[in-house]
């Protein structure tokens, strides 16, 4: 998961209730919120293995050539696990300490190309503008609070090489609240059409149970 900040609140509360509600907001967001759940057992966004639209794509015609990756929001890394043994060289980045340490051994274990980094997303530009073929999202884009979603499509775009692309499981749910705060897909195509190619973004036939008819598979190519 990654770094939030405050929750941007509407003008029709007073200003200590924006402001408590958007503190409140900010803390279950935080860093250090994030490790907690890590840290009290299994996070119900951990399906402990990789997203089943991932394993589709990389068994394709269509499997993207190998390349160099970036995992946002890595988690305990499956997906970039599954990656790195497809052969990317792959950078997870996660910025809960529980997350990282869970995966580091993963990888030593099976001598992946596995880049661990402990960061907020958010503060990986400029260091990481432009090295990369492939961002690897899934369950990022809707942890983050939904203000922070511009930012975080510039992101991507911005740690792509020309040419590069995205690849995403986006959490289609109409629930309040959150996270996991849901989107459409018509929200996500205005969202990042100005700055990628849509590919392809169409709902995954092989969700897990627990997640059936809530996810869309999105391929977009970076402008």
Sequence with gaps: MTAQTPFSQGSGQSSSQSSSQSSSQSSALSATAWEQRYQSGTPRWDLGQPAPAFKTLLESADAPQVGSAIALGAGRGHDALFFAQQGFAVTAVDFAPSAIAALEPQAQAQNLSLQLLQRDIFDLVPEFAGQFSYVIE???????DPVLRPAYA???????????ELLAVFFTH?????????????AVRQLFEPLFEVIALEPVANSMPSRRGEEHFGRMKKR
């Design 138 to 144: 899934h369950t990022c884009f809707c942890a983050i």
């Design 174 to 186: 109409q629930r309040p609240g959150g996270p996991p705060f849901g989107t459409t897909p018509a």
């Design 154 to 164: 510039q992101l991507a775009a911005d740690l792509l090489a020309p040419g590069g």
